[in-house]
């Protein structure tokens, strides 16, 4: 379901699985080169630049997880075997 576009141009949508997000780049910002090539606004950037928008997304999925994680684990405990008092056996024939 699109909820349309706000007066800076994001753009509003409500998936059916939302199973994570996503980055659409604009085509519509197009920009010249020094050599007279026209390249979008992404590919005219430097390499290091694209890598890191790039994995930008991918950096905050694993804070997300591992935020999450931390918090299971401060707030239900982190599970620990402990022994009960009882009959040790030694092998079972």
């Given at each position: 379901m699109n909820?349309?576009?706000?007066?800076d141009g994001t753009e509003f949508v409500l998936r059916a699985f939302p199973?994570?997000?996503?980055?659409?780049?604009?085509?519509?910002k197009v920009v010249q080169?020094?050599?007279g090539r026209m390249v979008t606004e992404f590919d005219?950037?430097?390499a290091v630049e694209r890598i890191w928008v790039l994995s930008g997304g991918?950096?905050?999925n694993i804070a997300v997880a591992w935020s999450?994680?931390?918090a299971g684990a401060m707030l239900a405990g982190v599970p620990t075997?402990?022994?009960?008092?009882?009959?040790r056996i030694q092998a079972a024939v």
């Open positions: 909820f349309g576009r706000s007066p199973v994570g997000g996503y980055v659409r780049f604009e085509d519509e080169l020094e050599d005219a950037r430097s991918v950096l905050a999450s994680l931390a075997k402990d022994f009960l008092p009882g009959i």
